[in-house]
């Protein structure tokens, strides 16, 4: 199981860039993969982006690609979801979730953070 605690969500404007964090806390975080979801009002959890804990593996829902970049690091054993570009579309409760490598199902979830992307 992996503790997982998102911030840096606010209230942005269209064209505005976002940084958000996930710390993360698990006896063995290099054997997870990471990653991020987003819902929007009245719609499913959508996800957004994965990165493997050990190596530079990532990877990017196309809704998303060329504008979020999703990294970590090791040191301070926290994950970043840099947003940039940002569209009213983007608003939504925004989650950090692990699971371990191998498997499908994300099992560990953060309590979410709101990014609200004004017009």
């Known amino acids: 199981q992996v503790q997982l605690v998102e911030s840096g969500g606010g209230l942005v404007q269209t064209g505005d860039s976002l940084r958000l964090s996930c710390a993360a806390s698990a006896s063995t975080l290099s054997l997870y993969v990471l990653g991020w979801f987003r819902q929007a009002p009245g719609k499913e959890r959508e996800w957004l982006a994965a990165i493997l804990w050990s190596g530079r593996g990532t990877d990017y829902a196309d809704s998303v690609k060329g504008r979020f970049t999703v990294s970590r690091d090791i040191r301070r054993n926290t994950v970043y979801l840099q947003m940039n570009s940002l569209t009213p579309e983007d608003t939504g409760v925004y989650y950090c979730?692990?699971?371990?490598?191998?498997?499908?199902?994300?099992?560990?979830w953060g309590q979410g953070t709101q990014v609200t992307v004004s017009s």
């Open positions: 979730a692990a699971k371990p490598r191998g498997d499908r199902d994300y099992t560990s």
